[in-house]
C-alpha cells in the first residue's frame, strides 16, 4: 500500500456499529449481483470468503443498504469530501436509516467502511487496506451483520480532498435488523 493517495476511514461508531431497541421484523430487500459492478462483485464476494474462513455467517446484498452506500459514495464524490458523517453534518446512522429503516424490528444495527484510491483498485486490495486497519477489520467480521450494501464510485477528477485527482470512492454498509 504504498500509493499516497490510498486512504481509508472508520468512525468509532461505525465500527462498534450502533444498535437500537424498536418494537417485530422488517423483510429485507434484496438487489440482484447482476446489477453490481465487478468491483462491487469482488468485495461481496471476497468478504464472504473472509466471514466463512472466520466462522461467520455470509452476508445477503440489500438493495437499501446498498442505496445508502450508492448515495453516500456519489456525495462525497461530488463535494469532495472523506467523511463517514454526511455533508449535512449527521451522522453515518441516520444517514442509513433514511434507507434502512428500523421500522418494526426489534433489533437494528449498522455500521460502515470506506476508502478511497487510486482509480485501479480491485477487490482484494480494498479488502487488504480494511484488513491493515483494526477497526475496519472488526466491521468485515462483525457476526451480528447480516445484510450488506456496496458502492464502488470512479471520478475521473475529484474535488476538495481528492486534489482533482482520479480515484474510486468504495462503501460499504453493514446492517442487520430483526
Given at each position: 500500500m504504498g500509493n499516497p493517495l490510498v486512504r481509508?476511514?472508520?468512525?468509532?461508531?461505525?465500527?462498534?456499529?450502533?444498535?437500537?431497541a424498536a418494537s417485530p421484523a422488517g423483510a429485507s430487500s434484496q438487489q440482484p449481483a447482476a446489477s453490481l459492478s465487478t468491483l462491487e462483485q469482488g468485495v461481496l464476494a471476497d468478504i464472504n470468503t473472509l466471514r466463512k474462513q472466520h466462522g461467520l455467517a455470509?452476508?445477503?446484498?440489500?438493495?437499501?443498504?446498498?442505496?445508502?452506500?450508492?448515495?453516500?459514495?456519489?456525495?462525497?464524490?461530488a463535494r469532495g469530501y472523506f467523511s463517514h458523517d454526511s455533508a449535512n453534518g449527521s451522522s453515518f446512522d441516520k444517514r442509513i436509516a433514511r434507507y434502512?429503516?428500523?421500522g418494526r424490528s426489534n433489533f437494528?444495527?449498522?455500521?460502515?467502511n470506506l476508502?478511497?484510491?487510486?482509480?485501479?483498485?480491485?477487490?482484494p486490495g480494498a479488502l487488504d487496506m480494511w484488513w491493515d486497519s483494526p477497526?475496519?477489520?472488526?466491521?468485515?467480521?462483525?457476526?451480528?451483520?447480516?445484510?450488506?450494501?456496496?458502492?464502488?464510485?470512479?471520478?475521473?477528477?475529484?474535488?476538495?480532498?481528492?486534489?482533482?485527482?482520479?480515484?474510486?470512492?468504495v462503501t460499504t454498509d453493514f446492517g442487520v435488523r430483526r
Open positions: 481509508s476511514a472508520v468512525l468509532l461508531l461505525a465500527i462498534a456499529g450502533l444498535w437500537v455470509p452476508l445477503h446484498l440489500s438493495a437499501s443498504l446498498s442505496d445508502a452506500a450508492r448515495q453516500h459514495s456519489a456525495e462525497m464524490a434502512y429503516p428500523i437494528w444495527s449498522v455500521g460502515e476508502l478511497w484510491s487510486s482509480p485501479n483498485v480491485d477487490a477497526e475496519h477489520r472488526k466491521n468485515m467480521l462483525t457476526a451480528r451483520w447480516r445484510e450488506i450494501g456496496l458502492s464502488a464510485v470512479h471520478v475521473p477528477a475529484a474535488p476538495g480532498t481528492y486534489g482533482g485527482r482520479e480515484v474510486t470512492i
